[in-house]
Nanobody
Framework: QVQLVESGGGLVQAGGSLRLSCADSGRTFRRYAMGWFRQAPGKEREFVAAISWNDGTTRYADSVKGRFTISRDSAKITLYLQMNSLKPEDTAVYYC?????????????????WGQGTQVTVSS
């Protein structure tokens, strides 16, 4: 069973960096595509980045391209999101999610498992 736990959120100044981690205690990442989503107050959950665990195919939202990097460590069964050049508009709760079948998707409803979320706050 997939059990996702995020960590690494916090408060950072604009222009700074953070790295989010998502660990799967159920150790089943190898059969999934994994994604990062975020939700700001009063807004819908939006796609940030995704990666196929099998072949490393990645996709990014236009708003984070060139600033964020999604990666995975197969040995540690951990997903990462390196966030650089952070902006105040990146402030949100960030969630990792798992999608069975291995194909990346930008649609939240196509993901089967979700972590509890970690808060990222970027001050101006």
């Amino acid at each position: 069973q997939v059990q996702l736990v995020e960590s690494g959120g916090g408060l950072v100044q604009a222009g700074g960096s953070l790295r989010l981690s998502c660990a799967d205690s159920g150790r089943t990442f190898r059969r999934y595509a994994m994604g990062w989503f975020r939700q700001a107050p009063g807004k819908e959950r939006e796609f940030v980045a995704a990666i196929s665990w099998n072949d490393g195919t990645t996709r990014y939202a236009d708003s984070v391209k060139g600033r964020f990097t999604i990666s995975r460590d197969s040995a540690k069964i951990t997903l990462y999101l390196q966030m650089n050049s952070l902006k105040p508009e990146d402030t949100a709760v960030y969630y990792c999610a798992g999608r069975s079948g291995g194909l990346v998707s930008t649609t939240p409803n196509e993901y089967d498992y979700w972590g509890q979320g970690t808060q990222v706050t970027v001050s101006s």
